[in-house]
C-alpha cells in the first residue's frame, strides 16, 4: 500500500544535530516533490522544508543554515539532516507527498495528499 514512514526522530540536546529519514513504497516516488512539516504541542502543523521533483529546494528562515533537506530516488527515501538544534525545534516531524503535482514547493499543508504518521524530535537544554 501507498505509504510513507518517517524514523530517525529523538532526543538531543541543543546544538545536537539529528538526520530524519522518510521511506517511500508504493508510488513512483521520483514523480513527486516531497516536504518536511513540524508540529509542537498545542499549535499548527507548519512547513519546514521542501524538495521538488527535479531537486530544487526550499526552507523556512527559522530552519535556514541549520537543516537541509535531500532525497535519494533510487532509495526512495527524503531526509532532513537537522544542525545546531535549539528547544522551539521540538516537534513531531512529518513528510508529505505532493500527489498532484504542482509547479514548485507547496509550503501549505492541505496542499499534500500522503502522510507519513511522524517522528518525536526532542530538544533539551
Known amino acids: 500500500q501507498v505509504q510513507l514512514v518517517e524514523s530517525g526522530g529523538g532526543l538531543v540536546q541543543a546544538g545536537g544535530s539529528l538526520r530524519l529519514s522518510c521511506a517511500a513504497s508504493g508510488l513512483t516516488f521520483s514523480s513527486y516533490a516531497m516536504s518536511w512539516f513540524r508540529q509542537a504541542p498545542g499549535k499548527v502543523r507548519e512547513f519546514v522544508a521542501g524538495i521538488s521533483w527535479s531537486g530544487g529546494t526550499y526552507n523556512v528562515d527559522a530552519v535556514k543554515g541549520r537543516f537541509t533537506i535531500s532525497r535519494d530516488n533510487g532509495k526512495n527515501t527524503v531526509y532532513l539532516q537537522m544542525n545546531s538544534l535549539k528547544p522551539e525545534d521540538t516537534a513531531v516531524y512529518y513528510c508529505?507527498?505532493?500527489?498532484?503535482?504542482?509547479?514548485?514547493?507547496?509550503?501549505?499543508?492541505?496542499?499534500?495528499?500522503?502522510w507519513g504518521q511522524g517522528t518525536q524530535v526532542t530538544v533539551s537544554s
Open positions: 508529505a507527498a505532493d500527489l498532484a503535482r504542482h509547479p514548485g514547493i507547496m509550503t501549505t499543508s492541505s496542499a499534500y495528499d500522503l
